[in-house]
């Protein structure tokens, strides 16, 4: 079945790096996306990563990606005040073009 | 415009009354899709069109939704009957293409959501 699983707290302290995780179920998912929401907004495409590659570096964001245990991580350096949101993981179960999205990871950044 | 805009940004409405909700997708996006979130959990799937026909509606909970796009832009979820479970924020997507969600052309863009509470 289609099932993708997230911590649902991470807190960090700012400037640290933070890395939320995530598993997913279908491993015929050609792109994983990482969403960000903030409180009272829409979903924001923050990332992703297609599914023949193990790494993707966007600036102060790191996406792994292990297809043999179908495990995804984003790895934020540097945190700021700024990235406290809730970060979705989301899959697209191959022959479908609608996402699969985890509960959400909430991220709390504290001085 | 710029991005997927979605009205009434809040709907407040009594239970069993009618609602309408509308979406904007993206200028030039052929594919839209509606998701509905309730508290505290992720996005889930309800429906999506290719142009003006629903492609696939499986996730549509009930017969008291519809969703219509007719000339292949602006889309409208429709609820019947409301119910006070039906209370959620419901998200509309697009996407430049559509297809079996393999090319990044069919990266889905989303808007604010309206957040509808039934009393």
């Known amino acids: 079945g289609e099932d993708v699983e997230q911590s649902l707290f991470l807190s960090v302290r700012e400037g640290d790096s933070s890395v939320i995780n995530c598993t997913y179920t279908d491993s015929s998912s050609t792109y994983l996306y990482w969403y960000k929401q903030e409180p009272g907004a829409g979903l924001q495409l923050l990332t992703y990563?297609?599914?023949?590659?193990d790494m993707k570096q966007d600036q102060r964001l790191t996406v792994l990606l292990n297809k043999k245990d179908k495990h995804l991580s984003l790895r934020i350096a540097d945190t700021q005040t700024g990235d406290s949101a809730i970060y979705f993981c989301a899959e697209t179960p191959g022959g479908y073009n609608k996402l699969i999205f985890g509960a959400g990871t909430r991220l709390a950044v504290h001085p | 415009g710029a991005g997927v805009s979605q009205t009434p940004s809040n709907k407040v409405t009594e239970k069993g009354k009618y609602v309408e909700l509308r979406c904007d997708p993206i200028s030039g996006h052929t594919a839209l899709y509606w998701y509905r979130q309730s508290l505290g959990q992720g996005p889930e799937f309800l429906i999506y069109f290719q142009g003006t026909g629903a492609a696939d509606d499986s996730g549509l909970p009930n017969d008291r939704f519809f969703a219509v796009r007719p000339e292949g832009s602006v889309s409208t979820l429709k609820i019947q009957r409301t119910e006070r479970g039906d209370s959620a924020v419901y998200l509309c997507?697009?996407?430049?293409?559509?297809?079996?969600?393999?090319?990044?052309?069919?990266?889905?863009?989303f808007g604010p959501g309206t957040r509808l509470l039934v009393l």
């Open positions: 990563i297609f599914s023949n590659m």
């Open positions: 997507a697009s996407s430049l293409t559509y297809g079996t969600g393999t090319t990044f052309q069919e990266t889905q863009y």
